[in-house]
């Protein structure tokens, strides 16, 4: 059920016109919520409490969107930005906000897109697991090649609202020492070689630069391992790759692998044949909530390796496997999830549609001496059709479902559900589309009753969270 958002009948608040506004509220997403007479204003930049003057920039019937001219009165949940790069690059731009607030309004997101995307009531609310220290913590970063106005080569992260501009960001402090190294290191290698950043040519470009090779840098940290993964996205390969290693080597920064990938699509994104390897295997280790494992470079991980732990842990005691009942692991990655789910069943069924993430889940499977799942390659939807209807004995205790920031198709909602699990664990990166699907659920006979935050992402607007779902 969807609360419908009122029609604006107030005075009218025009396109240009700059207002003074309380800010009492965070949207999901992370722009400052505030009401000018009955109109929504979403100002992005400020945090609830602060009191502000702002310029409205687009006006909509049901909301008007505003940009921060100037804090009047800052909010007492204001928090000096530990981070200097916090007004260019807006990776983590809750970091101007207490990290107690933040964990107390991801919280109420969660509850309120349950309520009022799905219409849901009546489920417990653990409360919000959060960070002792919430910096460094991402084990991925993606950095992207472009160009400084004078002309240099630049590796960093977008600008803010720009897929173009590029702010090196050379203390972000999501990233750890040893990937902001990493960074510094390969952007001087290819600043030495005099290698330029990739851009789309068209007709108003007419300088003859062409196109520069080097469009990205993922840096991936086993944080339990020590080992470092560098690849390298390039529009095609380079007579200077091994130069590129070498000097990266030499500046002191110790990677385990190196490689390039290309990509020769227009797609301004980290994907691309490969990776060819330039030195090390192609893959790197880490250990997630006590489980090692063999991660392969374009494979999905949970980003925070110590929050992991947290939200495995509770993941696997809402699902409470039973050792003589079957378990499904939907979207089940590398196999993270599935080698403790599988030490609790009778036999899990794990589905996967990226062809390296299932053979790397192969792989963990045999190096954790797992050998009760039967490992599917494919699409979610696709498979559990073709294996429905399941035989009496073949029912599962428990279903573990963890798709990607989109959520769940309609169909693959159904055909979860029509596998008659006694529990669905739902983990979800994105509250949106976990009350979507949940609203699917509740059609198929399953009923919310508990929900727990998890904080993935300190200082940012993302939220983590798990679901537990039972018949009705
Ligand atoms: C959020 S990740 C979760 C992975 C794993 N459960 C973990 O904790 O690391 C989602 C996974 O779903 C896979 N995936 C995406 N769409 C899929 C689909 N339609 N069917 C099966 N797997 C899919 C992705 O490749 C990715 O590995």
Known sequence: MRTAARLYTGPMLRTGETVELDVDRLAYGGQGVARHNDLVVFVRGAVPGDRVRATVRRRKPRYA?????????????????????????????????????????????????????????????????????????????????????????????????????????????????????????????????????????????????GEGPLRHLTVRRGVVSGDLFLNLFVSRRLPQEQQIVSLTRSAGCGFTSFAVTVNESPADAAVGVGPFMLEGPPFFHETLAGVPLRVPAAAFLQTNTVMCSRLYETALRWAAPAPDRPAFDLYCGIGSMTIPLARRASRVTAIEVQEEAVDAAAENLRGNGVSAVTLQAGDVRVVLKGMLPLPPGEVPATVITDPPRAGMSKKAVARMAALGADRLVYVSCNPATLAGNAALLAESGYVLRRVAPVDMFPHTHHIEAVALFEPA
């Open 65 to 209: 969107e505003a940009r921060l001219d100037e804090i009047l009165e800052p909010s007492t949940l204001r928090r000096a930005p530990v981070c200097r790069h916090v007004a260019d690059c807006g990776g983590c731009e809750w970091q101007s906000l207490d990290y107690a607030a933040q964990l107390q309004l991801k919280q109420q997101q969660v509850v309120e897109s349950l309520e009022h995307i799905a219409g849901l009531r009546d489920f417990a609310v653990e409360p919000i697991a959060g960070m002792e220290h919430p910096w460094e913590y991402r084990n991925k970063m993606e950095y992207s090649f472009g160009t400084d106005p004078d002309g240099r080569l630049l590796l960093g992260l977008h600008r803010r609202g720009s897929w173009r501009e590029i702010v090196e960001a050379d203390e972000c402090r999501l990233a750890s020492a040893e990937m902001r190294q990493a960074r510094q290191a390969v952007q001087d290698a290819c600043r030495t070689l005099g290698l330029s950043a990739y851009r789309r040519t068209d007709a108003t470009d007419d300088d003859g630069d």
